[in-house]
């Protein structure tokens, strides 16, 4: 069973907003779970307060991570960055664009 419908994860490919990397599904994995957690964490603020200080050191770690996540360079899956295989698929996918 898949999550997202083939149609609207080939719109996302068309328009380029389809993750291709590893680092890019864990920062949507680990943005997920964030979002989650946050709306748990404002749910819980009034009702279990203690609850709620217990869950804001974890989505501030969650969202630090996400940061990060999203702020590595997409290498596209590439398992040997120090290769240099990676800047030759960049400039190359460059030129097709230009």
């Known amino acids: 069973m898949r999550l997202i419908s083939l149609e609207l994860e080939s719109k996302l490919r068309d328009k380029g907003l389809w ?3 590893w680092t890019a599904w864990a920062a949507i994995y680990v943005l ?3 979002l989650i957690l946050f709306a748990v964490q ?3 603020s009034h009702a279990i307060p203690a609850m709620s200080a217990t869950l804001t050191g974890w989505v ?3 969202s630090v991570l996400t940061i990060v996540l999203l702020a590595l360079p997409d290498t596209a899956g590439c ?3 120090f290769c240099g295989a990676c800047e030759t698929g960049s400039s190359l996918r460059m030129s097709l664009l230009a």
């Open 19 to 21: 993750p291709q990397s």
């Open 42 to 44: 404002s749910l819980t």
């Open 60 to 62: 501030t770690f969650l």
């Open 32 to 34: 997920a779970l964030d």
């Open 79 to 81: 398992a040997r960055n």
